[in-house]
């Protein structure tokens, strides 16, 4: 029988009375509105501050608008396909939400709108993000033609607006559709699950279109020709400079958008969870309040933003510290005014999540700065051989997983620790009349871990606009080497400062959303099983209803269906990452060609005298990510359906956990391995070991063009492909709990 969930009738009783739930009114209108039109009003200032400012050099205007051209283009294609899956996946979400609602058909569309929505909505929040880089590139160049750290401030500028959109565009839409939905939380699910398809088509097309480009640029024209990057007669630059603002702009954006919102709507559906306990709604929307009122902190970083070109890392740090503190007061303030003196207990798990993700980034810095010994043994490898410097550099980033591993679990033990006696604080009020106790612990254990989380999420603006203050760096930087002679002394050496900046805004970037994305991870799959518990007793199951509801207890690894949902989980990621090095392949071999053919029958190319067929070498990028994007997508959703749909929720959740311990292991791996690649060839172009041209720079660009499609395609990819998992499962939750054919072939003893 078709019925709305008896959870949100009870949820929409208390929330008519007003006066008893005072706090939670003045979150959901007055709080979160205030900081949306706050936000919203800060981007605007920034777009007109910018538009203000008068591009001067007509070479680099034209050269920054050929980058825009070819970057709208490709967004526009993979704009086409993400339809196409939007549409193959709209009928099989709207289903999923048949039980939500009274009316079927209407169930079922509006379920699948949401779904629709939030793919566009990820898909436009890159896609702004990547207008208002490649707007702000030329004027980057422009500024630090005088002074680097006026260029330094336009770039974080061109950040922020991604930061602020990203965060606040997803804030609004889980905000708009909590409210016209009337609370019903579940259909937030959908919401969620389509800005991580959205996100995961950005980051692997992005990533193979990027890689292909970088890869073929630099083989055919810094290592068999010596001629510097960037130089304007090789033809695959301006494709390279794009896949910089499709790739780390719109991809990284997507991407962390899904991020916070995964969060967000994996804390709504514990504190939903929670409300059935102890009747307070405040639980529901504490993540999404807490995310919102974090973006002020990305305002107060303005006021840190001085570079010292001789030592940028201080300058960063700066900038992550400043807004770090700002956010611990926003943790203590919300906790305590939301929760009272459990409350207390909430805020260390908060700052639990802070001091992980903090942790991670120190990690990070050590082994990818040229500074330190890690990146240090890549640079001398170099010198002995290309393999040696691959070895190096893998053994880097195999040796860089266990620091931040361990301070993942950790992070989670602890925090959920202090949701457990935050549990033991409640009961100790309420008393347990009536609860179970076992399941009212772990909810508040679950919770805890949430607000680690989520408290990783309140500097996700400022990480964000780091993020893209990295590639606004690096193609301001690109374009003052491609004016050529019209480029005034000195600007290159300052653009090329602000672009090492960048490279470790980058590498932290990445390192923070793997482990924004593990935290998430977590929280989404101990809300699986938690939800499974609350929807069980009311759908229709093959598997004995008992068993549902007491999930916890039959993740037994004695079970063999559970060890096969791990492995599969876990090999997941693997074939993932060869799905994506299969496309750079593909791609780089092309565009190998066609550089070494324009090179070899384009008459004066080589001497300058001629302008190189920049479109041929973008259209071939372009094809090939729109190509090769859609299989690794297609693979994951396929299997984990069938893994889900055949076996149930058991084996599902095994195979949840699987894929978080294949993702986080081989995403940090590559994402820091690649890194000490780049910064190695980059110290060496700097001088050490003869400079550009040496054998150790002949070494170091092989060693570079391996870990390009490491932390730049898959490495970040599987960051997305953790939370995809996992809010796939949550949005197909019923289909699998009233499947799961084959669960019963090992009968339960």
Excluded at 701 to 721: E, F, R
Aim: charged share 15%; glycine share 10%; net charge negative.
């Amino acid at each position: 029988m078709l019925f709305e969930l008896p959870a949100i009738e009870d949820l929409r009783n208390i929330l008519e009375n007003f006066s008893d739930n005072i706090i939670f009114f003045i979150a959901l209108y007055v709080i979160i509105p205030a900081t949306l039109i706050i936000s919203f009003a800060c981007v605007i200032f920034i777009i007109r501050r910018l538009n203000s400012l008068e591009e001067k050099n007509i070479r680099m205007r034209e050269l920054n608008k050929e980058i825009t051209k070819g970057a709208k283009i490709y967004l526009k294609d993979q704009a086409k396909y993400l339809f196409i899956i939007l549409g193959i996946l709209f009928i099989p979400v709207g289903f999923t939400g048949i039980q939500y609602l009274g009316i079927p058909l209407l169930a079922v569309i509006l379920t699948a709108l949401i779904f629709l929505l939030g793919g566009l909505s990820s898909l436009l929040a890159g896609y702004i993000g990547m207008i208002s880089a490649t707007k702000t590139n030329i004027l980057v160049v422009e500024a630090s033609i005088t002074d680097p750290n006026e260029g330094f401030k336009l770039s974080y500028f061109g950040g922020m607006i991604t930061g602020i959109l990203n965060i606040s565009m997803f804030v609004f839409g889980i905000w708009l559709i909590f409210i016209l939905t009337q609370g019903n939380i579940y259909l937030l699910v959908g919401y969620d699950f389509g800005a991580s398809v959205a996100a995961l088509l950005a980051q692997v097309g992005g990533g193979i279109y990027t890689k292909s480009a970088d890869m073929g640029a630099d083989l055919v024209g810094k290592y068999e020709l010596n001629i510097k990057e960037d130089d304007p007669r090789n033809p695959a630059i301006i494709a390279d400079l794009v896949g910089d603002n499709v790739g780390d702009c719109a991809g990284r954006g997507a991407d962390l958008f899904e991020s916070a919102s995964s969060d967000a709507v994996g804390g709504m559906l514990l504190g939903i969870t929670i409300f059935l306990f102890i009747g307070e709604p405040i639980f529901i929307i504490t993540d999404i309040t807490i995310i919102s009122v974090g973006l002020f902190s990305l305002f107060f970083t303005t006021l840190f933003l001085d570079i010292d070109l001789e030592r940028p890392s201080k300058s960063i740090w700066r900038v992550f510290i400043s807004s770090t503190l700002f956010n611990v007061v926003v943790l203590l303030v919300i906790n305590l005014v939301f929760f009272g003196i459990p409350g207390l207990f909430l805020f260390f798990a908060s700052i639990i999540g802070l001091v992980a993700v903090f942790l991670t980034i120190v990690f990070t810095t050590y082994y990818t700065r040229i500074e330190y010994g890690p990146t240090k043994k890549v640079v001398f490898a170099s010198d002995v051989s290309p393999s040696v410097n691959i070895l190096s550099g893998l053994s880097t980033g195999f040796k860089s997983t266990f620091g931040p591993v361990v301070i993942f679990v950790i992070s989670v033990v602890s925090s959920y620790i202090f949701g457990y006696y935050t549990g033991i604080v409640y009961s100790n009020i309420l008393g347990l009349e009536g609860i179970t106790p076992a399941l009212f612990f772990i909810a508040f254990g679950i919770y805890g871990v949430n607000m680690a989380s989520c408290s990783s999420d309140v500097i996700i603006s400022t990480i964000l606009s780091f993020d893209t203050f990295g590639p606004i760096a690096d193609n301001a930087a690109g374009i003052a080497q491609m004016a050529g002679d019209e480029s005034p002394n000195g600007l290159r050496e300052n653009l090329d400062k602000l672009d090492a900046v960048g490279n470790t805004t980058k590498a932290v970037a990445k390192g923070f959303a793997l482990v924004c994305g593990g935290l998430s991870s977590i929280v989404m799959f101990l809300t699986f099983l938690m939800t499974t518990t609350t929807l069980a007793p009311d759908l229709f199951s093959f598997i004995p209803k008992n068993e549902l509801i007491n999930i916890f207890d039959f993740l037994d690894i004695s079970n063999p269906l559970i060890i096969l949902g791990l492995t599969i989980g876990s090999v997941l990621s693997i074939i993932f990452a060869a799905q994506i090095f299969n496309g750079v392949q593909k791609g780089t071999m092309a565009m190998i060609k066609e550089v070494r053919c324009q090179f070899d029958e384009t008459s004066g190319l080589k001497e300058g005298k001629v302008k190189p067929n920049y479109q041929a070498c973008i259209d071939i990028s372009a094809n090939n990510a729109l190509r090769y994007m859609i299989t690794p997508v297609a693979f994951i959703i396929i299997t984990e359906l069938i893994i889900g749909i055949f076996f149930g929720p058991m084996v599902a959740g095994a195979f949840l956990v699987g894929n978080l311990i294949g993702c986080l292991i081989n995403g940090l791996w590559m994402s820091i391995g690649g890194a000490s690649y780049d910064n190695a060839k980059k110290a060496i172009e700097d001088g050490l070991f003869g400079g550009i041209g040496s054998f150790a720079h002949k070494s170091a660009i092989i060693g570079d063009t391996v870990g390009d499609p490491l932390k730049d395609a898959a490495g970040p990819s599987m960051n997305i492909l953790i939370t995809t998992i996992n809010t796939l499962a949550l949005t197909f939750l019923p289909i699998f709990i009233m499947t799961g054919f084959l669960w019963n072939l090992i009968p339960i003893v």
